[in-house]
């Protein structure tokens, strides 16, 4: 099956830092990437979905300036978290869908787990 | 908007079959998904339904009722392995262009011996 790469896996930060997150689509090409947040024993929360080369749709209550997507390429979406706060501690997972892939081949990252101190 | 209800836990012992159900709510519903998570990691999709029936996959079969809004997993002869959250996400043709997921409240399974 097709491979989805997250990029750092675990990441600890001060809070008022910013902090990157990068998603590669490894052996596909993927037009569409989705941002995910989960907090523990909870379920995925769609926070935004990116198109590459437009700009991505957030999910009502998402700030779209403090969570910044970027999908430059078909194969790579990055998340930036910015001045980052205890709050925004939590599982961030992205998935990635081919063009030609049926709309549930949907594929998902192994996650980063961003800690804010 | 769409909401998906779950149990939140269910415990099982080796060997058993076991049923996950999952109710919905979604006005422009197109199909039903599930998908395993353990702790820590990527969720990897198990089966998907858009019409009514059973689908099978190895150990692993789901059903779906529409007119019920209903469907479950049903996992044969679980191992201490399948102990897993289990998820099932509803894609919904009316909102974000049909691309979108919205995942239930998920279900925690346990296997004991």
């Known amino acids: 099956g097709a491979v989805v790469s997250q990029h750092p896996s675990r990441v600890i930060c001060k809070s008022g830092t910013s902090v990157k997150i990068e998603c590669r689509s490894l052996?596909?090409?993927?037009?569409?990437m989705f941002w995910y947040r989960q907090f523990p024993k909870k379920s995925l929360m769609l926070m935004a979905t990116s198109n590459e080369g437009s700009k991505a749709t957030y999910e009502q209550g998402v700030e779209k300036d403090k969570f910044l997507i970027n999908h430059a390429s078909l194969t790579l979406s990055t998340l930036t978290v910015t001045s980052a706060h205890p709050e925004d501690s939590s599982f961030y997972i992205c998935?990635?869908?081919?063009?030609?892939?049926?709309?549930?081949?949907?594929?998902f990252g192994p996650g980063t787990r961003l800690t804010v101190l | 908007g769409q909401s998906l209800e779950q149990p939140s836990e269910v415990t099982a012992v080796e060997g058993a079959i076991v049923q996950i159900n999952c109710t919905y709510q979604t006005s422009g519903f197109y199909g039903l998904s599930w998908y395993q998570q353990h702790d820590g990691g990527a969720p990897t999709f198990l089966s998907y339904n858009a019409l009514d029936g059973l689908e099978e996959t190895g150990r692993f079969s789901s059903f779906l009722s529409r007119s019920d809004s209903y469907g479950y997993l049903l996992l044969q002869e679980v191992q201490m392995k399948d102990s897993a959250s289990y998820f099932c996400a509803v894609r919904d043709i009316l909102t974000g262009g049909g691309n979108k997921l919205t995942f239930g409240t998920g279900t925690q399974l346990k296997v004991e011996l």
């Open positions: 052996d596909f090409q993927a037009t569409t």
């Open positions: 998935s990635a869908r081919g063009s030609s892939g049926s709309w549930n081949e949907q594929f």
